[in-house]
């Protein structure tokens, strides 16, 4: 049964990720979820110094202010000082990130807090929190948080699907429209950024990152329809989910490692499989030139 959680768990996340990857791979946003899940260090350390717990409430709510502080800031310096969106992006979180890092030292001594605890998550720990309702056994709390954040992103795209897709594929066009882009792009960094701090609690940052990035970048070079790029990048995310779990298993290894791997693997195998695809396309043209002039 602890399986079973431990594969549900980073399955609901690679859904949820991979959603929110396909919008963020096509804005050339990818490294988002990277900021965010440094970003909301101060937002953490600042809400556990105020409530003097480590309650997952109140953890929350200054995680989800600093994450939504950083897409402020992002915007605003790609949008108003026009700085490059991957410039905009270092700045701002390492900005963060560094001010969470100085109120630790400041606050050492009231804090009983550190780096690796805000952002490393253990995804194998997850079925020993447990849920009870009415005093029966209802599974681990983060299944329960991550379902009901999967339905809410998900529920979010659906409704504003036509202008998201608008406004990520063609902005000018969205805009002459009467559509607001920027609107539109700080709905869906609430989205990341939500996804982001609720899912660094149990699979950590660095698998969040590899969610948010690495299905979506395999589905991209293996379609170029939006839609059908959803579905595959869904399903190389919970593809990987499963085999990383058992790989790690095997190794008796780190799973959110194993999981990033096979991530990284799905990658390079469709893309040598692209690559193979060209030159087949390339020889077959080469060839039929060849017979035509013979």
Same mark, same amino acid.
């Given at each position: 049964?602890? #399986? ?7 399955? %609901? ?7 929110? $990857? ?25 809400? !556990?110094?105020?409530?003097? &717990? ?5 953890? @929350? ?18 949008? *108003? ?8 992006? $270092? ?20 804090? +009983?807090? +550190?780096? +690796? ?13 447990? %849920? ?13 948080? @991550? ?7 998900? =529920? &979010? ?8 897709? @608008? =406004?990520?594929? #063609? ?11 920027? %609107?539109?792009? !700080?709905?869906?960094? /609430? ?21 948010? &990035? ?9 379609? *170029? #329809?939006?839609?059908?790029?959803? !579905? ?11 085999? $990383?779990? !058992? ?8 799973? /959110? ?10 990658? /390079?195998? /469709? ?7 060209? *030159? ?15």
């Amino acid at each position: 049964m602890i #399986d079973f959680w431990i594969i549900l768990t980073a399955s %609901l996340v690679a859904t949820t990720t991979a959603i929110l $990857g396909c919008f963020l791979i096509m804005r050339k946003m990818a490294m988002i979820g990277d900021a965010i899940s440094h970003a909301v260090l101060p937002g953490i350390v600042i809400a !556990y110094y105020i409530s003097h &717990s480590r309650a997952s409430f109140p953890i @929350l709510i200054g995680a989800a202010a600093s994450g939504m502080v950083v897409t402020y800031l992002i915007q605003f310096f790609h949008q *108003k000082v026009k700085l490059q969106q991957d410039a905009s992006i $270092g700045i701002s979180y390492t900005f963060l990130f560094a001010i969470g890092i100085i109120l630790i030292s400041l606050f050492s001594g009231n804090v +009983d807090l +550190d780096q +690796d605890c805000v952002l490393y998550g253990e995804i194998a720990y997850v079925p020993l929190d447990n %849920l009870s309702i009415g005093g029966l056994y209802a599974g681990p709390r983060q299944v329960w948080i @991550l379902g009901t954040t999967l339905i809410i992103i998900s =529920t &979010s795209v659906i409704v504003a699907y036509r202008k998201l897709v @608008l =406004t990520t594929f #063609d902005p000018a066009f969205a805009s002459a429209m009467g559509i607001s882009v920027v %609107l539109w792009q !700080y709905y869906l960094m /609430a989205g990341v950024s939500l996804t982001t701090v609720v899912s660094f609690e149990s699979v950590g940052a660095v698998l969040v990152i590899a969610f948010l &990035s690495g299905p979506a970048a395999t589905a991209f070079l293996l379609t *170029k #329809d939006f839609k059908k790029m959803l !579905y595959l990048a869904v399903g190389f995310g919970i593809s990987a989910s499963i085999l $990383g779990y !058992y790989t790690a298993v095997w190794l008796a290894g780190s799973i /959110a490692g194993a999981i990033a791997t096979i991530i990284g693997l799905q990658f /390079a195998i /469709a893309f040598i499989y692209i690559q193979f695809l060209k *030159k087949a396309r390339i020889s077959e043209t080469l060839e039929n030139k060849a017979l035509t002039e013979v």
